[in-house]
């Protein structure tokens, strides 16, 4: 069992950054591959990043390459989501979610853990 917790939500100005963290439980935090999905009010959650379990491998959505970059410190079981010139449309929930399976997994139900997700909102 795996349990997650996001956190470093909040509201910011177009063009601004902000770091999200999510911290597991677990003493085989290393062996999941870690994910970032997002949801806006109306539209289906979409995957956004994810990192392999080793930190050597990521895979971005088209959306966020070149601003968002995924990372993580298995050492403090915490994988970050470094977010820059964020844009009104990256306003959502924001969930990581843990993966078995290895690599960089994308589709949602490939992951078996999911956080309570934080709130990012964007303004113009």
């Known amino acids: 069992q795996v349990h997650l917790a996001e956190s470093g939500g909040g509201l910011v100005q177009a063009g601004d950054s902000l770091r999200l963290s999510c911290a597991a439980s677990?003493?085989?935090?290393?062996?999941?591959?870690m994910g970032w999905f997002r949801q806006a009010p109306g539209k289906e959650r979409e995957f956004v990043v994810a990192i392999s379990g080793s930190g050597g491998s990521t895979y971005y959505a088209d959306s966020v390459k070149g601003r968002f970059t995924i990372s993580r410190d298995n050492a403090k079981n915490t994988v970050y989501l470094q977010m820059n010139s964020l844009k009104p449309e990256d306003t959502a929930v924001y969930y990581c979610?843990?993966?078995?399976?290895?690599?960089?997994?994308?589709?949602?139900?490939?992951?078996?853990?999911w956080g309570q997700g934080t709130q990012v909102t964007v303004s113009s």
């Open positions: 677990g003493r085989t935090f290393s062996s999941y591959a």
């Open positions: 979610a843990a993966s078995s399976f290895s690599g960089t997994p994308s589709a949602r139900i490939l992951y078996n853990y």
